[in-house]
């Protein structure tokens, strides 16, 4: 008993702070639970991408035992400037910290667990309609936004289109200068192959 108590102990812990207190976190926490991986999700102190960082640099140095914690910084563009996004972003890789981008906003990198689409959007609110109206219709559902954003099951609704998001972003092949922009597939790829010890 005490043998298995120490490996659980010893399993990585991944620590993403997010945005938002609903979607991308439910999403996080569902994919650890189904896949087996450490998988810790926490709202940050605010929505913008420097309460983001500031954050994570908190949580990241509460911790002793540094050596078993990899700090995830969940980022969507929103209405933040290229410039300042940009800014976050680099301040991010530079703390030693994984960015998962996704631009306009997170819902961009959940529509292609149903579609593979690089169309642009104007703003985060017409990429989270699109995908509401993905969804619904793929489900059968009639779920306004607000619903949808608080379904705290999400993954288990998407995980059958996950191999399809990866597929779909690794094709689309976006830069990170563009609209739509996900790195979601690179950064989940990562943890289904390195996710526990």
């Given at each position: 008993?005490a ?6 102990q ?10 938002d ?58 209405d ?26 997170y ?8 579609q ?18 993905l ?5 059968k559902?009639?779920?306004e ?27 689309l ?10 790195n ?8 289904l192959k390195?996710?526990?010890?």
């Amino acid at each position: 008993m005490a043998r298995s108590q120490r490996n659980r102990q010893l399993q990585p812990l991944h620590l993403f702070v997010c945005e938002d207190s609903k979607s991308s976190k439910y999403y996080m926490q569902g994919l650890g639970k189904a896949k087996g991986i450490n998988i810790k999700a926490e709202n940050a102190y605010g929505t913008s991408p420097d309460n983001v960082l500031r954050t994570a640099k908190e949580k990241y140095n509460s911790f002793i035992d540094k050596e078993f914690v990899k700090i995830y910084c969940f980022f969507d563009k929103d209405d933040s400037s290229d410039v300042e996004f940009k800014r976050v972003i680099q301040e991010c890789r530079t703390e030693g910290f994984i960015e998962a981008v996704s631009v306009p906003c997170y819902e961009y990198w959940l529509l292609l667990h149903i579609q593979k689409t690089s169309k642009s959007f104007l703003n985060a609110k017409e990429c989270c309609e699109y995908f509401r109206n993905l969804y619904n219709k793929k489900f059968k559902t009639a779920y306004e936004l607000p619903q949808l954003k608080a379904k705290s099951d999400i993954f288990n609704d998407l995980k059958e289109g996950l191999d399809f998001a990866i597929k779909n972003a690794e094709e689309l092949d976006l830069d990170e200068n563009s609209n739509p922009y996900t790195n979601m597939h690179k950064v989940i790829s990562e943890l289904l192959k390195n996710g526990t010890m």
